[in-house]
């Protein structure tokens, strides 16, 4: 009876061993610690240190899928963006849908976030469902770079735009005559335009000095009344 004690309570403690190491592997790690690991998964190659095949096989066994939102963070560091995107990849489709979200969020930049796609399709210790997941991802992901890229060149213009039409408003207002033909709604844009060409804005603080320039300028190019003459 008492050897029988003996082993239960060997197997108990092996068996809560068991359970706290377990848990600790699955803590995710820290920005420190996941540094260290993606800094030592470079290697000697043609054109210096990088990251390639086998670093994808060393970060694949270093980190785990919990450590994907800390990576993601990591990405920021400019000096580890590579290291992070394999480390990402070598998660295969755990970093799918976060990568993915990331990008969207303007976390990463579309092409990053492509590029991890690209390496997961290629990487061969991932699925053959992640892999095709992945390259699904990378069209989504292009699809909307090329939509994103369009809404910020039509913005890009219609402000171009924007501008030379104040730009004419305000030349029209040095005329009395063309400035006559203007509507309150076209003085306002050039009121509101000179004052940030000046750093003033009405709503924010302002001293006395500066309120009462703002006031001026009001009555004269919104309002059309005449300039006061300067003291003598």
Known sequence: MPKI????STFIAMYLTSLTICATAQTPKTAAELRVIILR?????AHGMGYGERSLHELASSIRPDD???LIELHSDRLLRTGVAFAL??????SIAPTREAAIQYKLHFFEAQ??????ADFDACSADSKEKATATRSELTALSDTNQAKAAAEKKEKAENDARIQRHGLKMTDQKQAASLTRQEREEVYHRSLKAIGLDENGPLTPLQRDLVDRIYRT???GEPSKPKPQ
């Open 115 to 120: 590029e991890v796609m690209d390496l997961i």
């Open 5 to 8: 004690i003996v082993n239960l």
């Open 41 to 45: 998964t470079q290697h000697l190659g």
């Open 89 to 94: 990849a070598s998660q295969c489709e755990a």
């Open 221 to 223: 190019m919104v309002l």
């Open 68 to 70: 994907v939102p800390s």
